[in-house]
């Protein structure tokens, strides 16, 4: 009997260890998208939105003239709203300009690098157990490409990244929501389907797009030379290719209003894609 449970047993040992393995893999992948697109910042600063509220933001509907919040850089109206530069909305940008690179870069060089190391050269003789297309691998010169190009991307995702945080961070406007009751549970529930219906057709048509003759000759064609994907092919693009997809990404949060939360799952399902 104890043979038998030990033998019942293993099966069952080897299915979760896969589970796990699977789950790490995903979780790995989900977390080096975050630093390919550069928006770890932006992801990082919503989700401390909902969980601390709106104690981590400078809110300009609370701001006074009186309490030294105003600088040269805001001025009044007649009828006594504020007007603000560009330069106010700014605030801080060194400092959050950095902090967008610096986390983008150790995840881009850190957990894409340990997973080039782990399978791409610890295992490339047992390809045939996690690549499904074990005999095709990239060209130095096109792996180096690859790898310079997506760092190259990236490092423009983490500029318009932390752009956007230090704007919002400082009071800036968009429709983000945080608090479901805002709109209501009807129309939270049917913009989850319309945000992410959004995000996929807006992906997918804008690929057919690059697919024209014009603009795959001139731009998408570079994307199709890395045939063998690494950690770093989903970026490894054209840069005015790449400039779209993230421009895609971001302006739903300046036209509809839209709870964080769906802003955020749409943002990693279209990561992991």
């Known amino acids: 009997m104890a043979g038998s449970a030990r033998f019942q047993l293993v099966p069952l040992l080897i299915r979760l260890r896969t589970a796990i393995l699977v789950g790490l893999g995903t979780l790995f992948t989900a977390i080096l998208a975050t630093g390919l697109r550069g928006d770890w910042l932006f992801i990082y600063i919503q989700v401390k939105r909902l969980w601390h509220g709106d104690a981590t933001w400078k ?7 009186s309490s030294g919040v105003f600088d040269d850089q805001t001025n009044l109206t007649d009828d006594g709203s504020a007007v603000r530069s560009v330069g106010y909305y700014m605030k801080d940008v060194e400092s959050y300009l950095p902090l967008s690179f610096a986390g983008a870069f150790l995840i881009f060089y850190g957990v894409g690098g340990y997973l080039k190391w782990y399978y791409y050269i610890q295992r490339r003789e047992r390809a045939a157990d996690w690549k499904c297309q074990p ?22 995702g983490a500029l318009s990244s932390g752009i956007l945080v230090t704007y919002i961070m400082n009071g800036g406007e968009t429709k983000l929501y945080y608090n479901i009751k805002d709109y209501g549970w009807v129309y939270f529930l049917l913009s989850v389907p319309g945000f992410y219906v ?20 001139r731009y998408h064609k570079l994307h199709h030379r890395f045939k063998a994907p690494t950690p770093w092919s989903a970026a490894a693009m054209h840069p005015y290719e790449f400039v779209i997809f993230q421009f895609l990404l971001e302006i739903p949060i300046f036209l509809v209003p839209l709870h964080t939360g769906n802003q955020l799952y749409c943002v990693i399902v279209t990561f992991q894609n």
């Open 135 to 156: 005999d095709r691998f990239l060209r130095p010169v096109d792996d180096r490409l690859e790898f310079w190009l997506g760092s190259f991307n990236m490092a423009i």
């Open 59 to 65: 809110s300009p509907e609370t701001d006074n003239p």
């Open 198 to 217: 959004y995000n996929e057709a807006s992906t997918y048509y804008t690929h057919r797009m690059m697919h024209h003759p014009i603009f795959y000759r």
